[in-house]
């Protein structure tokens, strides 16, 4: 397969709390995304990290990737009730998403 | 900003009807995509069309065909709908250069009866 793997499947939190996900994936890459969907709605791209690149930040969201793990995480800080949604990597010209991880962020 | 419109929100048809899945975009990508989401599955790649009158086959094309007569209208055809085409159906644009960042339509829910 050439999706990306999410774990958890899926998480719930505090408002305020940190939310961190992971993906893994099988291949070598040229680069990685993350995309964020809320209910119902389509996915929206969040950030892409870059093979050469370990660590990525873009306001409250931080990306690092482990080529040697073939692994990237995404941490989401300070979470709010707005950031509840499923998470989904993506890597190289690959166009499957895996199931993804189902962020539920409680107020 | 790239805006991706999806002809229908909900859709519901029966068993054996013909039923078109319509998509456009306003921001000129040369790269289209249509793709299917079902709980547990993901998103998986039905077809996409790199140019105008241009489509490659995803993962699961059996039983849909498109069409792309202008550069930013992609078409989903369903050509005999049966229930297990019952679900989310996500269209998406990027450029040629950048295929890694894809904009999304807000999604088609069909359900086929």
């Known amino acids: 397969s050439q999706q990306g793997e999410e774990d958890p499947q899926a998480l719930s939190i505090q408002e305020g709390e940190n939310a961190t996900m992971n993906c893994s994936y099988k291949?070598?890459?040229?680069?990685l995304q993350w995309y964020r969907q809320n209910s119902g709605r389509g996915l929206v791209h969040l950030i892409l990290i870059r093979s050469n690149e370990r660590e990525k930040h873009s306001g409250r969201l931080r990306v690092t990737l482990d080529t040697s793990k073939k692994s990237s995480s995404l941490l989401i800080t300070a979470s709010r009730a707005a950031d509840t949604a499923s998470y989904f990597c993506n890597y190289g010209q690959n166009f499957v998403f895996g199931p993804g991880t189902r962020l539920s962020v409680l107020p | 900003d790239v805006k991706v419109t999806q002809s229908s929100r909900y859709l519901v048809k029966r068993t054996g009807e013909k039923v078109f899945l319509e998509c456009v975009q306003d921001m000129d990508h040369e790269n289209m995509f249509w793709y299917r989401q079902d709980p547990g599955l993901g998103l998986r790649l039905i077809y996409f069309?790199?140019?105008?009158?241009?489509?490659e086959k995803g993962d699961i094309p059996e039983g849909y065909s498109v069409s792309r007569e202008k550069k930013e209208r992609f078409s989903l055809i369903l050509e005999s709908a049966s229930t297990n085409q019952t679900s989310m159906y996500l269209c998406?644009?990027?450029?040629?250069?950048?295929?890694?960042?894809?904009?999304f339509g807000p999604g088609t829910r069909l359900t086929v009866t």
């Open positions: 069309s790199y140019d105008v009158k241009m489509k």
């Open positions: 998406a644009s990027s450029l040629r250069g950048n295929s890694y960042e894809q904009y």
């Open positions: 291949t070598s890459i040229n680069n």
